[in-house]
């Protein structure tokens, strides 16, 4: 369908067109409008709220759990593990210097990573865990051990990561986009079917098409479908589940399995459980948004298994975000062409880490 006149003229001369109305966009246009407040700068995406994770994630804000980052730093080494593990760290530093947290159900009530009975890391293991993060960031005893006398099919310790919490992904997204409307920053809620990089213009369809100054993709994983180019990202799909009420089971804190592949915490009196795309590579390297029945299937079991209960319960909603993955967690953040800059591959941490991305690719922008 046709942009109207008055819709064109609306939109104008677009000096910065970011594709891509989740946390990283949002964040990329509030910082340009305040480096620029005379700049058209104008956020596209294809629905509202948009169809990537950053409302259909578990709301985690975590820096990664002791397994995990032991993976990074086994995959890619010490350097680059502890630099991704800054850039969340100050991610959730800067997301929150941008938006009051107080109506956003954001509760830093720690992260908790359990261990099958044989699997606990050695206390020399987090140990060196600990000087490295204290090293980055100057935080002593990031991780410590704690007793587990909950959940019985575990470890009797766990680890716990104190400054981890969970909030409420769509409040957050309700609240970046309400600071963007502040700043004047231009909405258009259109599917962009092709991007005319030789003659800077974003088509939608055989009738529409508007121009751009500069192009920042914040699409994440679905980033490939315009830009070929981008060989280390892959799109990775997450299956979420939430229970029915339970009356007798709680966690105080949010939780990590097997190097943070399967997740869980509260919403009320109800268990969000999500993850084990490790279990199944074959199927879950997609971006395609539905949910595996197979995926739902093992984590109820794994729930039923793992934290026995005496009351039944039933699956009240289910769903799935697509994840930006690649050789490593770092994100990309780069110029691509002339005039196309990109941030992506959050890494499943956008949370996280998609604040500061956005920042760091607004600047880019600016001053390439």
Not at 151 to 161: E, S, V, Y
Request: charged share 20%.
């Amino acid at each position: 369908m046709a942009l109207s006149y008055w819709e064109k003229d609306y939109y104008g001369q677009i000096d910065f067109a970011i594709l891509g109305c989740g946390i990283v966009g949002l964040a990329t246009a509030i910082h340009l409008k305040k480096a620029e407040p005379n700049a058209n700068v104008v956020v596209i995406d294809r629905s509202w709220p948009p169809h990537g994770a950053s409302t259909k994630n578990a709301g985690f804000v975590c820096f990664g759990s002791p397994t995990e980052i032991m993976d990074d730093i086994q995959t890619n080494g010490p350097e680059i593990a502890m630099n991704i593990f800054e850039k969340r760290w100050l991610g959730r530093e800067t997301l929150f210097s941008m938006v009051d947290t107080t109506n956003l159900d954001y509760e830093q009530i720690g992260g908790l990573e359990l261990f099958e009975k044989l699997d606990l890391p050695e206390e020399h293991e987090i140990q060196y865990l600990n000087q490295l993060i204290y090293n980055k960031i100057g935080v002593n005893d990031y991780f410590e051990y704690v007793d587990n006398t909950d959940f019985p099919n575990f470890n009797n310790k766990a680890i716990l990561a104190s400054k981890e919490g969970r909030i409420n992904p769509m409040k957050l997204i309700l609240a970046l986009k309400s600071q963007a409307d502040q700043l004047g920053v231009k909405f258009l809620i259109k599917e962009v079917i092709a991007i005319d990089r030789t003659n800077k213009g974003l088509v939608f369809d055989q009738d529409t098409s508007l121009p751009y100054g500069k192009l920042l993709v914040t699409l994440n994983a679905f980033a490939t479908r315009y830009l070929p180019e981008m060989q280390d990202l892959k799109a990775a799909r997450n299956v979420v589940l939430v229970t029915s009420p339970l009356k007798n089971f709680n966690l105080n804190h949010v939780v990590h399995i097997d190097k943070g592949y399967i997740y869980m915490r509260m919403i009320g009196n109800r268990i969000l459980l999500g993850g084990a795309r490790n279990k199944f590579l074959n199927t879950e390297f997609t971006d395609e948004i539905k949910v595996n029945p197979e995926i739902i299937n093992y984590l109820k079991a794994f729930l039923k298994d793992k934290f026995s209960s005496n009351e039944n319960f039933e699956i009240e909603a289910s769903w799935s975000g697509i994840l930006g993955v690649g050789s490593n967690k770092n994100p990309i953040i780069e110029k691509v062409d002339h005039c196309t800059y990109v941030g992506v591959r959050m890494g499943g941490m956008g949370v996280a880490i998609g604040a500061l991305v956005g920042r760091q690719l607004a600047t880019l922008a600016i001053q390439n």
